[in-house]
């Protein structure tokens, strides 16, 4: 081979692995559930599912991104594929959202596995997420947007975010207790426990009493400023304060009968005092806001 100076032009002859067929187009067809359940976009290209089956051409070899939206009362759990033919599509993770995949030399079918979440467990003020780059070793987590309430004799959240919802006292179901001096109610013996047990959790189901450092990457994620009327999150107390300057929250751990709740104060609307390690006896009542884990069916944790 003789070397050349970089200045001067040539021709260039392509070579590629034998056996991939580097010009195939192949389909990606997107099932259609019907109306009313969510949006699945392929390389950020959406294509509604009650608008038919979609039929997406991809070059053989590309990486695929594949993404889906619900809408309300569905939830997305993970990604199902098939190869006309020859299996099924290999995921690099298929319960992650988006997922992704590289695209066979055939023809793919996939379709988003969803599942259909009881009205009283989606929060009507909305929910939002605290990422795990909020605070260093606590992972992502999902807010409601509201505070918990006993309704249909059953615990659901609040319909709307500045109301104070059901008093619990902590490690207990049990409502109707107020907040000063609150008789003991069966249950828990709280004082057995440090953390908030499971069977006695007010949050609706695959929801769960924050911990105190869910907290503090709440703080940390989230200015509590939003205008006059109060913090970002409105976290409502239970004094007599429509719009919510200050408050407490039970987090799920307590030591020797006093629980460490969330304290919050902001009197002169300027000056915001913020305590996550707060001490207050486990025969108080308090409110409560719920958490859950990201992704997946929120019915599960």
């Known amino acids: 081979m003789y070397p050349q100076s970089k200045r001067y032009a040539y021709p260039v002859r392509c070579v590629r692995t034998p056996g991939v067929n580097a010009m195939a187009t192949r389909n990606v067809t997107v099932t259609n559930y019907g109306l009313g359940i969510g949006t699945v976009s392929i390389n950020d290209t959406a294509y509604p599912l009650e608008n038919g089956p979609a039929l997406v051409p991809i070059v053989t070899g590309q990486r695929v991104k594949v993404s889906f939206a619900p809408e309300a009362g569905w939830q997305f759990a993970g990604w199902t594929g098939n190869i006309s ?19 066979p030399d055939g023809n793919v079918s996939i379709l988003p596995n969803i599942i259909n979440v009881p009205d009283y467990l989606v929060c009507p003020a909305g929910e939002f997420e605290v990422p795990a780059t909020a605070r ?51 249950g828990t013996d709280q004082t057995s426990v440090t953390t908030w047990p499971a069977a006695t959790d007010p949050c609706p189901e695959g929801w769960r009493v924050p911990s105190p450092e869910e907290y503090r990457a709440l703080k940390a994620f989230r200015d509590y400023y939003l205008n006059d009327y109060g913090a970002l999150i409105y976290f409502q107390g239970p004094q007599d304060n429509p719009f919510g300057f200050q408050g407490h929250y039970w987090t799920n751990a307590q030591s020797g009968g006093t629980g460490y709740s969330l304290y919050f104060e902001d009197q002169d609307r300027g000056n915001f005092y913020y305590d996550v390690t707060h001490e207050i006896g486990v025969q108080y009542a308090l409110p409560v806001r719920c958490v859950r884990t990201p992704g997946g069916n929120p019915i599960q944790y």
């Open 85 to 103: 033919g020859s299996g099924s599509v290999v995921f690099e993770n298929p319960n992650a959202n988006p997922a992704y995949f590289t695209m």
């Open 136 to 186: 260093e070793g606590v992972p992502a987590t999902i807010w409601a947007g509201a505070n918990v309430e006993e309704k249909r004799g059953g615990m659901e959240f609040a319909d709307l975010m500045d109301y104070t919802g059901s008093m619990f006292q902590w490690g207990r179901v049990a409502t109707g207790v107020s907040y000063m001096n609150a008789p003991s109610a069966a």
